[in-house]
C-alpha cells in the first residue's frame, strides 16, 4: 500500500513513528513542511525535516522531540563566548553536524531533496522524505512589536514579523499573532517527487501535526492542496486539538491568527471536506463527531493521545480503516 504522509515536526514524526509499525510493509512518503527551516550561523537548519528523520532514525532526543540524543554544546558555548548570537536555538555539537553537511551539499548545488535523500542515507528513516519545495520558503509571524512606538501610533500601529523559530522559541509564542506568513510560499514549486507520490497514493494522511504552520505551509505550496484534493483516494486527518487544547506546542495561538477554534471540530471544517474525506477525533472530543459529519467529513472518536509507539499505532491503524471505510 502506497502511502503520502504530509509531516511537520513532533506529532508528525511520533504519528509516522507509529504508522511504520502498523503498516510495516507499506510503502511510505513523507511531505516534510521546510517553512520552520531557518539560516543561523552561515548554517541552513530545517527542524522538521530532521526531527522526522531523527526520529525514524532512531537520533531524536526522545523527550525534546527536536534535536540529538546525547548532545554536547561546546560549539554553542564556543559561540556565546565570541558574542555570535543567537542563544535562543540550541544547536548542539552532533547536530551542527546535519547542517553543515546541508550547507556545503546546497552550496555545492544540490537541491534540498538530493541532501535530504543523502542525509536520510545514514539514518534510513524508512520512509521516503521529500521536502514539500526545495525552493526558499520561511514562515514569519506578525507581532505587535515589543520595542515599537505604542499601538495606534502615528509611526502606524508597531507591528513587525519575525521569523517563526524566534516567536516559537524565543518569545514561547507570548505575543499575539496577527497573521502568519510563509513567505515565498507563492514563488514555491513542490519538490521533484512530491505530485507523484500525491497521484500515486492508495491514502494520503494529515497527522496530528500543526495545521497552520506545519501542514498549512505545505498546502502553501502551489499545486500541493490542488493535487491532494483531486487525487480520487481517501484523506484522512487526525485532530491534533484534543479537549479544546493542543496535546502538544502551541498550536492554538497560531490558529488565533488565521481565525479558526482551537477545537477538533474547527480544525476539521478549517481544512474543508474538498479536501479531508476522514477526520480522527480523541473520545474526549466525541461531541464534536456530528458537527463534522454535517460538513461532509466522515468522523470517528478514537484515543489520540500518542503516549507511546503502540498508541501511536492504533491511532494509525484506526486511520486506515476509516480510509477504508470512504473508500468503500
Ligand atoms: N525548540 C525549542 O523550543 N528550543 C530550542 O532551542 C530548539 C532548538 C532546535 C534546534 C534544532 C531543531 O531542529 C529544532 C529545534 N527546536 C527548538 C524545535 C523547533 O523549534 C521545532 O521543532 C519546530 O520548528 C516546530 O515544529
Given amino acids: 500500500m502506497r502511502i503520502v504522509v504530509l509531516a511537520g515536526g513532533i506529532g508528525g514524526a511520533r504519528f509516522l513513528r507509529g504508522l511504520k509499525s502498523a503498516v510495516p510493509d507499506a510503502d511510505i512518503t513523507v511531505i516534510g513542511n521546510t517553512g ?3 539560516h543561523l550561523f552561515g548554517l541552513k537548519v530545517c527542524p522538521d525535516l530532521d526531527t522526522v528523520m531523527y526520529t525514524l532514525g532512531g537520533g531524536i532526543h526522545e523527550e525534546q522531540g527536536w534535536g540529538r540524543a546525547g548532545e554536547t554544546f561546546a560549539v554553542k558555548e564556543e559561540l ?25 551539499m546546497i ?60 516567536y516559537w522559541v524565543r518569545l514561547r509564542a507570548s505575543l499575539t499573532a496577527h497573521a502568519i506568513v510563509p513567505v515565498g510560499a507563492e514563488q514555491s514549486k513542490p519538490a521533484p517527487g512530491v505530485l507523484e507520490a500525491i497521484a500515486a497514493a492508495d491514502v494520503i494522511l494529515f497527522p496530528p501535526s500543526n495545521p497552520v504552520v506545519s501542514i498549512g505551509t505545505i498546502l502553501a505550496v502551489p499545486g500541493i492542496r490542488e493535487a ?56 474526549v472530543d466525541t461531541a464534536a463527531v456530528p458537527a463534522v459529519e454535517e460538513a461532509g467529513i466522515r468522523c470517528r472518536a478514537v484515543p489520540l493521545m500518542m503516549t507511546d509507539v503502540d498508541a501511536a499505532a492504533r491511532m494509525a491503524a484506526e486511520a486506515l480503516a476509516l480510509a477504508e471505510e470512504v473508500r468503500a
Avoid: N
Avoid at 87 to 102: K, P, S, Y
Fill in 107 to 166: 552550496s555545492a548545488g544540490y537541491p534540498l531533496s538530493a541532501v535530504t535523500e543523502a542525509l536520510c542515507d545514514r539514518w534510513q528513516p524508512g520512509v521516503r522524505l521529500l521536502p514539500m519545495t526545495d525552493d526558499r520558503v520561511e514562515t514569519h509571524v506578525l507581532v505587535d512589536d515589543p520595542d515599537g512606538p505604542p499601538k495606534g501610533d502615528a509611526e502606524g500601529g508597531g507591528r513587525k514579523a519575525i521569523h517563526f523559530q524566534e
Fill in 228 to 283: 491532494i484534493a483531486d487525487a480520487g483516494v481517501p484523506v484522512v486527518g487526525l485532530s491534533p486539538i484534543v479537549g479544546g487544547a493542543p496535546v502538544r506546542g502551541m498550536a492554538d495561538k497560531v490558529l488565533a491568527a488565521v481565525g479558526v477554534e482551537a477545537t477538533a471540530d474547527a480544525v476539521a471544517l478549517h481544512y474543508g471536506s474538498g479536501l479531508l474525506d476522514g477526520w480522527l477525533v480523541d473520545t
Fill in 80 to 104: 556565546a563566548a565570541y558574542g555570535v548570537g543567537p542563544e535562543w536555538f540550541g544547536l548542539g555539537d552532533r547536530d551542527f553536524a546535519t547542517h553543515i553537511v546541508r550547507t556545503q
Fill in 36 to 38: 520552520d527551516d531557518i
